[in-house]
């Protein structure tokens, strides 16, 4: 089955500043790699995600980079904002038939004001 | 309208209960989950099932089964409640799809937040 990786556990930042999580994930045919937010207290929900048939996609300050060879991808965060504090989890899973998005293991962000 | 909702919101339970959590979608989704969410944040699929099959995470142990009434509401049932089975269970839908271009989205419910005594 598919394994996904995600790293860092935590990450803090100062308001303004650039976030990176990265992902890995080893089962080549996973084609669909969401990315969601959960905040303290409530449900996981999308924010971006990307197929295999692009490599960057983009949406306001949010980022996500797909390299299918080295079977990684990343979230981008610019000018971070507290309220972009919260645990991010990175998924993989393949869209061809049964469909079982498998999540890392989260990355803690925490804005600094 | 709550597109995944579950019940209850909260459960405390004393060892060696059976209970039950319910989820329903009104989203049309063809495919329901249950993910556990222990104190680390960690999400651990469980089960995945659509009207075709059923995918059984095989760490899961065998007191945890879903019950699946129709394509709408799939229900959890935990026989003989342990204490390590305290955590957050999260119900979530997404639809099946074929083509890569399709919409792929999960959507949870807002968990249920289970406590073993």
């Known amino acids: 089955g598919e394994n996904v990786e995600q790293h860092p556990s935590t990450l803090s930042v100062q308001e303004g500043d650039s976030a990176v999580i990265k992902c890995t994930y080893s089962d080549s045919a996973s084609n669909y790699f969401p990315w969601y937010k959960q905040e303290l207290g409530k449900r996981p929900q999308l924010i971006i995600d990307i197929r295999s048939n692009v490599g960057e996609k983009k949406d306001q300050r949010i980022a996500v980079t797909l390299n299918k060879t080295a079977k990684h991808f990343s979230l981008h965060i610019t000018e971070t904002q507290p309220e972009d504090s919260a645990v991010y989890f990175c998924?993989?899973?393949?869209?061809?038939?049964?469909?079982?998005?498998?999540f890392g293991r989260g990355t803690s962000l925490i804005v600094h004001p | 309208d709550t597109a995944v909702s579950q019940t209850p919101k909260y459960l405390v339970t004393q060892m060696g209960n059976d209970k039950s959590i319910k989820c329903e979608q009104n989203l049309g989704h063809d495919t329901m989950y249950w993910y556990k969410q222990d104190s680390k944040k960690f999400l651990k699929i469980m089960f995945s099932y659509n009207n075709k099959e059923l995918i059984i995470n095989e760490t899961v142990p065998n007191r945890f089964s879903p019950k699946s009434p129709d394509k709408a509401h799939l229900n959890l049932h935990i026989n003989s409640l342990e204490l390590g089975d305290s955590a957050v269970y999260f119900c979530?839908?997404?639809?099946?799809?074929?083509?890569?271009?399709?919409?792929?989205?999960?959507?949870f419910g807002q968990g249920t937040r289970l406590t073993v005594v």
């Open positions: 979530a839908s997404s639809q099946v799809v074929l083509w890569v271009n399709t919409n792929t989205e999960a959507f």
């Open positions: 998924a993989a899973s393949f869209t061809g038939g049964s469909y079982i998005p498998t």
